[in-house]
């Protein structure tokens, strides 16, 4: 039992060492003299789903698309694995899937705007059984979780909606 508890508290203590170690960050150094104020710094009209450290994504790719305009391109591709000792009935103890395999496309200017994501995706839960990534789509929420249509009238009126697929 003390050897136990002593792994118990180890491990916990490993833990937020690694966390602590794993999210500091360095400030970024601040190039203009004190007494000056900065303009905040505009927000992204349509953004890409956040990704935290160490991992960065890629700045999109940007090009002209015609009579739609100036047209950015993103995408994220990952997989995984596991192994499980104690399967529920019915699963398999060792899984492998395309976890996230996704495409955005955004355009973010001009009186029509719209951002879409489309892709393959899988959400695996602690303690439930391991879905795989064709059966995650067709019952969650399809190829096109997100998709948005939004019209800018004017510098400040603007009208946005999901659009369902």
């Known amino acids: ?3 136990r508890n002593f792994v118990f508290v180890g491990t916990f203590a490993l833990c937020l060492a690694l966390a602590s170690v794993c999210s500091a960050q360095n400030a970024p150094a601040d190039p203009k003299p004190a007494n000056q104020t900065a303009a905040p710094a505009p927000l992204a009209p349509l953004s890409q789903p956040a990704i935290t450290g160490p991992l960065s994504g890629l700045p999109p790719a940007n090009f002209d698309a ?5 047209i950015s391109v993103n995408g994220i591709l990952s997989g995984g694995g596991m192994v499980q000792g104690n399967a529920v009935p019915g699963d398999n103890k060792t899984q492998a899937a395309l976890h996230n395999g996704q495409v955005f496309i955004q355009k973010a200017d001009g009186p029509v705007q719209f951002y879409l994501q489309a892709g393959a995706y ?3 839960s602690l ?4 879905l795989e990534t064709d059966k995650t789509i067709s019952n969650f929420y399809g190829p096109v979780p997100v998709a948005f249509l939004k019209f800018q009238a004017g510098k400040n009126t603007s009208s946005s909606a999901p659009f369902p697929l």
């Open 122 to 124: 899988n959400l695996p």
């Open 66 to 70: 015609g009579p739609l305009g100036k």
């Open 1 to 3: 039992m003390r050897l």
């Open 127 to 130: 303690a439930t059984p391991f």
